[in-house]
Nanobody, 117 residues
Framework: QVELVESGGGLVQPGGSLRLSCAAS???????MGWYRQAPGTQRELVAH???????NYADSVKGRFTISRDNLENTVSLQMNSLKPEDTAVYFC????????????WGRGTQVTVSS
C-alpha cells in the first residue's frame, strides 16, 4: 500500500492563492497522480491529474487558474491554485494510481480548502 500525506490547505480570501502538496510513502512509478475535491453534499470530482508522460487534464471549472505538477524523483504532486473562488471550497484529496499485477490506487485523507472573505 502507498500512504499519501497532503499539506497546504487553509483559509484564503477570494482571489487568493494556495499551494497543495502530496507526498507518497513509497517510490513507485505512478501511472497517474492527481487531485480530487468534495464539497458538502456533493460527489467527489476530479480537479486535475497528470500522467507519467506529462500529459495533464483539468476540470473545466479550474482551467487557467490551477496548475498541477509532479516530481517523479521525490514522488510528490502539487496543485497551485490561483484566483480562488468561494465555489472552490472543498476537501481536496490526493490520488495516485499504479500497476502492480493489476490497477491499484491510493487516496490521501484530504485537506480542507476554504475560500471566504
Amino acid at each position: 500500500q502507498v500512504e499519501l500525506v497532503e499539506s497546504g490547505g487553509g483559509l484564503v480570501q477570494p482571489g487568493g492563492s494556495l499551494r497543495l502538496s502530496c507526498a507518497a510513502s513509497r517510490s513507485i512509478s505512478f501511472i497517474v497522480m492527481g487531485w480530487y475535491r468534495q464539497a458538502p453534499g456533493t460527489q467527489r470530482e476530479l480537479v486535475a491529474h497528470v500522467f507519467r508522460d506529462g500529459s495533464e487534464n483539468y476540470a473545466d471549472s479550474v482551467k487557467g487558474r490551477f496548475t498541477i505538477s509532479r516530481d517523479n524523483l521525490e514522488n510528490t504532486v502539487s496543485l497551485q491554485m490561483n484566483s480562488l473562488k468561494p465555489e472552490d471550497t472543498a476537501v481536496y484529496f490526493c490520488n495516485v494510481g499504479w500497476w502492480s499485477g493489476h490497477e491499484r490506487e491510493s487516496w490521501g485523507r484530504g485537506t480542507q480548502v476554504t475560500v471566504s472573505s
